[in-house]
């Protein structure tokens, strides 16, 4: 099965707490990428960060760092310092290599809220 | 990044009459478009892949006479909802993707449809 749970349905943070969004996948694959998009209020969904499953460096942009662990099949986002600007729906997805149309799996998306 | 736009951002019309969506790639080539849905506080909902030059791809339960998709250029794929009915109301997001994205898509800002 090729599957993306997110199962933190939704986080409420004070302003510069530290939060992870967890990120948990299945997929028969070897080759395969994950990305992660955050959608605001005003809906368009904007990307973050892309993956490959043979690059299992950590990558830190800024506030934002991910964890990715083959391991444990997570790749799982970070924000330091919140701001409430982070407020978002976050959606984590995958996209397997042999899907040649190139479809993308969908994670069901945590509410990131983020108080004053 | 890639740009996306996508038009009109909201949209009120009457029930029976069509409407017409357009997603645009704006400073890439985009051989392929995906075209989605999103109902309230829901993950998105793949409703077709268009790739330039040949018919939409539809995904189990979509309507293909209902939801027309035309990618008659690389830079330009359509979605018009034929006689719409207040079920149709809904988030519409178009994404587009090139082998020069690098298995990414990129997201138009949607487009809210309301049907009287």
């Known amino acids: 099965a090729q599957k993306v749970t997110q199962a933190q349905t939704e986080i409420s943070v004070v302003e510069k707490e530290d939060v992870t969004l967890d990120c948990v996948y299945e997929t028969r694959d070897t080759t395969y990428y994950l990305f992660w998009y955050k959608q605001p209020p005003s809906g368009e969904l904007v990307f973050l960060i892309r993956r490959n499953s043979f690059d299992e460096q950590n990558e830190i942009s800024g506030r934002y760092s991910w964890n990715f662990q083959k391991s444990t099949s997570s790749f799982n986002f970070t924000i330091t310092a919140s701001q409430v600007v982070d407020s978002a729906v976050y959606f984590c997805?995958?996209?397997?290599?042999?899907?040649?149309?190139?479809?993308?799996?969908w994670g069901a998306g945590t509410k990131l809220i983020i108080k004053p | 990044g890639a740009v996306v736009s996508q038009h009109p951002s909201r949209v009120i019309c009457k029930s029976g009459t069509s409407v017409k969506i357009e997603c645009r790639s704006l400073?890439?080539?985009?051989?392929?478009m995906f075209w989605y849905r999103q109902f309230p506080k829901k993950s998105l909902m793949l409703m077709a892949t268009s790739n330039e030059g040949s018919k939409a791809t539809y995904e189990q339960g979509v309507e293909k006479d209902k939801f027309l998709i035309n990618h008659a250029s690389l830079t330009l794929s359509t979605l018009t909802v034929t006689s719409a009915h207040p079920e149709d109301s809904s988030f519409y997001i178009c994404?587009?993707?090139?082998?020069?994205?690098?298995?990414?898509?990129?997201f138009g800002p949607g487009t809210r449809l309301l049907v009287l």
């Open positions: 994404s587009a993707r090139s082998p020069g994205t690098q298995e990414t898509q990129y």
């Open positions: 997805a995958l996209l397997p290599r042999r899907d040649s149309n190139y479809q993308l799996i």
């Open positions: 400073d890439f080539q985009a051989t392929t």
